[in-house]
């Protein structure tokens, strides 16, 4: 799961700068590849799309369709991939992500949920400000907020079977919109 979160943050880090350094919208020299398993979209009435993932077994209102990044990396506890999906808006980013770990490698699921929590906040440099145990749609879960000097995280982090899932809003401090993160969050849903 380090691994993961190390792609998570890398990401996420060139997200935020790359979101800072752009002030127009350029087209794409060439349309942007789908996920050959999920299936085209449906725009939902504030143009925010239901982008499915097949393979990740849930789906979640996004505002354009994000792309899987995926990556199996040989561990101690045998191999590992990662799966990270990252949508931008014109100010905020979206991050979903999910670990299938080899079938033999056992771990302590409440240990794994404050540690993928941990981990992010220490490697975006961030403060945890809160953070609450909670159960959604049946399943186990944390959600926290941390902040940097300027930006805001919100995250919920779910383990569903032996696959932790972490979904991150980042928008710019002090920019407290709530409802893309309750739309976000609120849309999130797993299936087994």
């Known amino acids: 799961m380090k691994r993961f979160l190390a792609i998570l943050l890398t990401t996420l880090g060139l997200s935020l700068s790359l979101t800072a350094q752009e ?24 143009g925010w799309i239901r982008f499915n993932s097949v393979p990740g077994r849930f789906s979640v209102l996004v505002p354009s369709t994000p792309e899987d990044k995926a990556e199996t ?24 992500g999910w670990v299938d770990y080899d079938p033999s490698f ?11 929590r941990d981990n992010f ?16 749609d ?11 000097d300027d930006r805001t995280f ?18 710019p401090k002090g920019n407290d919109q709530l409802a893309p993160v309750g739309r976000f969050f609120n849309s999130f849903k797993v299936s087994p």
């Open 154 to 171: 919100k995250s919920r982090v779910y383990m569903v079977g032996r696959r932790p899932y972490q979904i991150v809003i980042g928008y």
């Open 73 to 96: 990396t040989p561990s101690d506890h045998g191999a590992y991939t990662t799966h990270l999906f990252i949508v931008k808006d014109d100010i905020n980013v979206f991050l979903i």
């Open 23 to 46: 002030h127009t919208r350029r087209p794409p020299a060439t349309a942007p590849a789908r996920p050959a398993a999920t299936p085209a979209p449906a725009v939902d009435n504030g």
């Open 138 to 148: 049946g399943y186990p879960a944390i959600e926290f907020t941390a902040d940097t």
């Open 121 to 136: 906040v220490n490697g975006v440099k961030a403060t945890l400000t809160s953070t609450r145990a909670m159960e959604i």
């Open 106 to 116: 056992n771990f302590n699921r409440q240990a794994e949920l404050e540690a993928n």
